[in-house]
């Protein structure tokens, strides 16, 4: 679990339109097992913004192996579905919170 994210957030009315405005980043830690190997590192994402698509998505080991750099690429090649659950997060506030998110 992910202990505190730190975000802000407020809405905006415009011509009858609400406007979610949000900013937030997150550290995760991950460990698995790669061929026997254990491995463990953080996923770093910033800049999760309203206007911006361009997340910072960053993922990091603690080891410098091929079993750490196959770990990497196993959740590098994930990013989509971390990205939608993000989505889906968003959405689910929104819906929850409306306008006064």
């Not at 994210?5 to 405005?21: A, E, F």
């Not at 698995?32 to 491995?39: A, C, L, Q, R, T």
């Not at 079993?67 to 990497?72: G, Y």
Request: glycine share 6%; hydrophobic share 35%; with cysteine.
């Amino acid at each position: 679990p992910i202990p505190c994210v730190p975000w802000q957030s407020q809405t905006s009315g415009h011509r009858g339109k609400v406007k979610y405005i949000y900013d937030m980043n997150f550290t995760c830690k991950w460990k698995g097992v790669i061929d026997g190997e254990k491995v463990e590192g953080t996923i770093e994402m910033a800049d999760i913004c309203a206007d911006d698509d361009d997340w910072e998505f960053s993922v990091y080991s603690k080891k410098s192996t091929p079993s750490a750099n196959t770990a990497i690429a196993l959740i590098e090649s994930s990013k989509q579905l971390i990205l939608d659950k993000i989505d889906e997060f968003l959405s689910t506030l929104k819906k929850t919170y409306g306008p006064s998110l």
